[in-house]
């Protein structure tokens, strides 16, 4: 199971900033060469991450590149640059349709076939109205696909609208994302929280988020990330209960049962199942802490 607890965005024209990924403890970074940077310095930007690619990602965090879509005229470019070893994966920004995800996979797909190179995951990103429309064509595209994200802040500005403290024109299109995802077995990661000074409001978000069925956030700064891991894993409380309700389901079945109780509550498949995918994530969650260390 992979962990996206925390995916941070770092501008590709920074080196300064690169050489200090390994030291994070984001579970994700992605080096960005699409809305963060001018486009007069996209060119130094493609260099330093061609050249930054391995060292950054010596550290804990897994290196993805965020390219710059496709109506740009500027992804091929792109990823001719930052299609290599060391690269965990590409962010393809505001994909509004299937179309976008297969043409861009076919950019990528050329470049690892003429480079004997595995095949480059895919995280997508839902950033438009008709993105949204779309979520579930879109998840489902390609098998690359690892994970849909949503963007909050171009979405609301396509949509005409602003973004608010309680996020109320975000409820549908983040709900839409998290089914989609969960639909097409991917999974989905949550929009950036802009204000870097109120970090209960981040984690508030972070909360909701989760609760919406999004695994993980894109951040914005380093000091986002230990509160937006500690919201996307699995507390103590979460893990000790949901093994004694797979203990409970196991006995009962070995009982010839279908269902019992625990505590007052109802036990049947889909509980032992869902207390099952939370113990797996905790686990995944705790190696992935290891390998901090």
């Known amino acids: 199971m992979k962990v996206l607890r925390s995916i941070l965005f770092t501008p590709g024209n920074n080196m300064r900033m690169i050489q200090k990924i390994p030291a994070l403890t984001a579970d994700a970074v992605v080096l960005d060469l699409e809305d963060s940077i001018p486009v007069a310095d996209k060119d130094t930007a493609r260099v330093f991450i061609r050249d930054s690619l391995k060292s950054a ?137 802009i204000d870097l000074a109120d970090e209960q409001g981040l984690i508030k978000d972070s909360q909701t988020a989760r609760q919406l069925g999004f695994k993980g956030k894109f951040l914005i700064h380093p000091c986002q990330i230990d509160p937006v891991n500690k919201v996307f894993s699995p507390s103590l409380k979460e893990v000790e209960y949901s093994r004694r309700i797979a203990s409970a389901f196991r006995e009962a079945e070995a009982r010839g049962l279908g269902a019992t109780s625990l505590e007052g509550r109802m036990i049947d498949i889909p509980v032992y199942q869902q207390a099952k995918d939370l113990i797996a994530l905790a686990e995944a969650v705790a190696e992935k802490e290891k390998k901090k260390k």
């Open 57 to 193: 990602g010596s550290g804990s965090a897994e290196v993805y590149v965020r390219v710059n879509g496709l109506i740009t005229g500027l992804t091929a470019e792109d990823c001719d640059f930052v299609v290599q070893d060391g690269l965990a994966g590409i962010v393809l920004p505001k994909v509004e349709s299937k179309k976008d995800v297969l043409e861009s996979e076919k950019i990528i797909a050329e470049l690892e076939s003429e480079r004997g190179l595995a095949a480059t995951p895919l995280i997508v990103t839902i950033e438009t109205a008709k993105g949204v429309m779309s979520a579930y064509e879109i998840a489902s595209a390609s098998r690359k696909v690892i994970a849909m994200g949503f963007g909050a802040v171009d979405y609301t500005r396509d949509l005409g609208t602003t973004l608010s403290k309680e996020g109320t024109e975000l409820f549908v299109p983040r709900s839409i994302v998290a089914m989609a995802s969960r639909a097409a077995g991917v999974q989905a990661l949550d929009t950036v929280f």
